[in-house]
């Protein structure tokens, strides 16, 4: 549909060609008093390509938007299904913000990029194809001049501008950022501020970062001038050149007036319909930077060779020398092994690396060495989700219904099955006088339970899933000593003849085997 687009583009340009030329014609014809047949051909030539040009802009138009709107979902589908594929380490290319904000604002900006730059850049360079085709035909002496104007105005300008104001584009954004983490940490600590009378020195940089970011939009309109008037005068010199040209022509030959009209008009539409486009390039820094952020998040690949389906029953897991990785850091190598119905405690000192052992685990994380599952490597399972469930340090609820965010892990579960797990985790009485039971909407990050719920709808979704596998981290965080016995019971009783690997700072009495990690 794009190519379409394209080809819609360049005939409009051509009809523009067509129109001008052929009214150039029209008015040599007129003045030199044609036979009526030729003056009516030249009418209806220009009458054609009027309405040539109009259809042919009206049908790009529709097609063209239709095309970059399909385009547009596709590829936040894209950028999302790319971001789940990869592992945690991707972090260290791309983050959550920057994933957000491509999601949003850079397809946005793509999607105009691809409109307003892209649409119009490469109906310009097919119609100038024609325009020099056309240029041939009447004269080829005529090119000497509009060929290099027309390459200069098509290909070397636009380089040149749009790696201008992408620098200046990539400035301001940056600057725009530092603003917005000023104004965050300003409003986050409004109220520290205001107990410390510390208000003044909270906004104070605002002031800063605003001088900052006029500046570096001063400087990318002096750059947008100092290319329109070097645009202007390529134009300008072309046009003299191009009209000396014809002239000197007409002088040495006997060339009909029509011809000279031709080589007149030609090169005065042919740059018309290149620089159409320029006041959209003179902007163009975000949306090209927007489009680059967007190919940079669908480039960015987790090397894998995950490509084995397991289904086997899990007998046992084995690490050997494993270094889990979380951005360029490694944490110290351990070994161990763990058997099914076997409960492996992990506990350490804080920053000794559990949570990042318990995400290798679950395979949201690279790793040296050797973890294996039956003897299977563990990054070379393609079905792990089916094996393996946990929860990790901080574990997301979604702005779903309690149901839906069960149900994540075992779509099947039925209102029984989930009940019976809420009333092992002592959540039940809390779901009950919820306005909406099970079909109450938990909010953005779960806002309306506090930490320790949070906490245990998350072991309970593990739960539920039926993994071979189960990872948790700090399944007790957040709860008193009664709830904490509760919720240590309900995972002994789910987990029973699985594998149970529980990262933990305290005592794990019905551990078989206990790890402990050193910094």
């Known amino acids: ?14 009809g523009g060609i067509g129109l001008t030329v052929s009214s150039g014609w029209l008015i040599t014809m007129a003045s030199t008093h ?62 959550s913000g920057n994933a957000v904000k491509s999601l949003v604002d850079d397809v946005e900006r793509a999607q105009e990029y691809q409109l307003r730059i892209k649409l119009p850049g490469v109906s310009a360079a097919l119609a100038l194809l024609f325009g020099v085709l056309l240029g041939w035909w009447i004269r080829a002496e005529s090119l000497l ?9 098509l290909f070397i300008l636009p380089t040149a501008i749009s790696r201008a104001t992408v620098k200046a584009a990539k400035r301001i954004e940056e600057e725009e950022n530092k603003y917005t ?22 906004f104070s940089p605002l002031g800063k970062r605003e001088l900052e970011i006029r500046k570096q939009e001063s400087a990318l309109i002096k750059k947008s001038a100092i290319f329109s008037g070097i645009t202007n005068l390529v134009v300008a010199s072309a046009i003299v050149g191009s009209s000396y ?37 003179f902007g163009s820094g975000k949306l090209i930077a927007s489009q680059e952020a967007v190919d940079a998040m669908l480039e960015v690949q987790e090397h894998t060779s995950a490509t084995v389906t397991f289904n086997d029953e899990v007998q046992f897991i084995e690490c ?39 995400m290798g685990l679950l395979g949201l994380l690279p790793y040296k060495g050797s973890i294996v599952i039956n003897g299977v490597e563990l990054s070379t399972i393609s079905n792990l989700s089916q094996i393996t469930a946990g929860t990790v340090q901080r574990s997301h609820i979604f702005n779903t219904s309690v149901r839906e965010n069960l149900r994540i892990g075992n779509p099947a579960a039925t209102d029984q099955e989930i009940m019976e797990v809420l009333s092992a985790l002592n959540l039940d009485s809390l779901i009950r006088e919820m ?25 309970a979704r593990v739960l539920l899933a039926r993994a071979q596998i189960v990872v948790l981290d700090e399944p007790t965080e957040h709860l008193n000593k009664e709830l904490s016995e509760n919720v240590t019971q309900a995972i002994a009783q789910y987990c029973e003849g699985k594998i149970l690997i529980v990262i933990t700072h305290s005592d794990w009495k019905s551990a078989d085997k206990t790890l402990v990690m050193q910094r």
């Open 181 to 202: 983490k000023v104004v965050d940490a300003a409003t986050h600590g409004v109220i520290e501020a205001r107990i410390y009378g510390y208000l003044e020195q909270t």
């Open 435 to 459: 306005p909406e039971g099970l079909d109450t909407i938990l909010g953005e990050f779960g806002r309306i339970l506090s930490g320790g719920e949070s906490k245990r709808l998350a072991i």
């Open 145 to 153: 001049i509009t060929v290099p104007a027309s390459i200069a105005l």
């Open 1 to 14: 549909m794009m190519l379409l687009a394209y080809l819609l583009g360049t005939f409009a340009f051509v």
């Open 245 to 281: 040209l014809a002239y000197w022509i007409s002088r040495s030959s006997d060339m009909p007036a029509v011809q000279i009209a031709m080589l007149i008009f030609l090169p005065l539409v042919m740059f018309e319909a290149i620089t159409m486009w320029y006041p959209n390039l």
């Open 320 to 358: 050997k020398d494993v270094e889990v990785s979380w951005g360029s850091e490694f944490m110290t190598p351990i070994s161990c092994v763990v058997r099914s119905g076997e409960t492996l405690a992990v506990r350490g000192a804080s920053g000794a690396g559990k949570s990042t052992f318990a």
């Open 34 to 95: 044609p036979p009526i047949l030729t003056l009516g051909v030249a009418i209806v030539l220009v009458r054609f390509f009027g309405i040539f040009r109009s259809v042919a802009r009206y049908f790009e138009r529709i097609i063209s938007h239709r095309a970059v709107f399909d385009r547009l979902t596709s590829l936040r589908v894209d950028i999302y299904t790319n971001l789940v594929r990869k592992s945690i380490s991707a972090s260290s290319v791309i983050n």
